[in-house]
């Protein structure tokens, strides 16, 4: 049994689309993903793309992925790297894919210095939770997170008297 990881490249859009349906399942929210084939290429593989993605190879068949970002700490003075998504297929779960992933992850953040690798994950989601635990991560149970999407974001910034939101 052969695990690689390997970055992710262009063609792979129509596969990682595939593993965030499968995620997206997974998790109860398949009618939630807007993305596309195009929207992944252009997003992930533009000029301007903020994030990365990986693909895990199971004996040369691609069995998962994982997309990430780097983020920035005020207190510590460093990046951080987030790990938006990771997912392993149901088939390729318990032979050290998921681990894999994170280990390269981790790998990528002592590279570059980051102060912090981070993710989150659903509360119900008790085999990651206890997955994660297992290999040292801890719950940050103080912090609650908070999210603004679609037109809630244009209507809180078409409230604000801001230059930049001013269209001629």
């Not at 993605?53 to 004996?59: G, K, N, P, Q």
């Not at 069995?63 to 990046?79: L, M, N």
């Not at 938006?84 to 318990?94: F, N």
């Amino acid at each position: 049994m052969a695990l690689d990881i390997r970055p992710a490249v262009s063609n792979d859009a129509p596969l990682i689309l595939h593993f965030i349906r499968e995620l997206a399942r997974y998790e109860k929210a398949e009618d939630q993903v807007l993305a596309t084939t195009e929207t992944i290429t252009a997003s992930l593989f533009g000029p301007q793309s903020p994030a990365k993605a990986l693909i895990c190879e199971l004996d040369g068949e691609p069995v998962g992925f994982a997309v990430y970002f780097f983020s920035y700490s005020t207190w510590q003075a460093k990046p951080g790297l987030y790990l938006e998504d990771l997912y392993v297929s149901t088939d390729a779960r318990g032979q050290g894919a998921g681990k894999r992933l994170l280990q390269h992850l981790a790998a990528i953040a002592v590279e570059t210095g980051c102060g912090r690798f981070e993710w989150s994950v659903l509360d119900w989601n008790e085999p990651a939770i206890g997955f994660y635990r297992s290999i040292g991560a801890q719950p940050q149970s103080e912090w609650v997170r908070y999210r603004m999407e679609g037109d809630a974001i244009r209507v809180f910034a078409d409230s604000a008297e801001h230059p930049a939101l001013r269209t001629a």
